[in-house]
């Protein structure tokens, strides 16, 4: 089992930068496929991102492609999401996803998930 904490979360102007970070407790945290995901007011939750167990492979949403970068570090058990160019329509709660089984943009497919950290980019 791991637990996920997100933290990097705040409010920025369009344009601007922000790192989330998401650490994992337990010592099988290089065994976990990562995703990110995010929940804006009265839409679904929706994938951003995903990074294998090595972090050899990366698979990005088209809407954050070129701006967002997923990445960890197995010795620190974190995983980031570097997000550049920030956009108004970026606004959502964040959440970090981990799973045992599989590489994947499909939220159901994940087992642990963290609190969520709250992205605001204003106009």
């Known amino acids: 089992q791991v637990q996920l904490v997100e933290s990097g979360g705040g409010l920025v102007q369009a344009g601007g930068s922000l790192r989330l970070s998401c650490a994992a407790s337990?010592?099988?945290?290089?065994?976990?496929?990562l995703g990110w995901f995010r929940q804006a007011p009265g839409k679904e939750r929706e994938f951003v991102a995903a990074?294998?167990?090595?972090?050899?492979?990366?698979r990005y949403a088209d809407p954050v492609k070129g701006r967002f970068t997923i990445s960890r570090d197995n010795a620190k058990n974190t995983v980031y999401l570097q997000m550049n160019s920030l956009k108004p329509e970026d606004t959502a709660v964040y959440y970090c996803a981990a799973s045992s089984v599989v590489f994947s943009s499909t939220s159901t497919l994940y087992d642990y998930w963290g609190q969520g950290t709250q992205v605001t980019v204003s106009s």
């Open positions: 990074i294998s167990r090595s972090g050899g492979s990366t």
């Open positions: 337990g010592r099988t945290f290089s065994s976990y496929n």
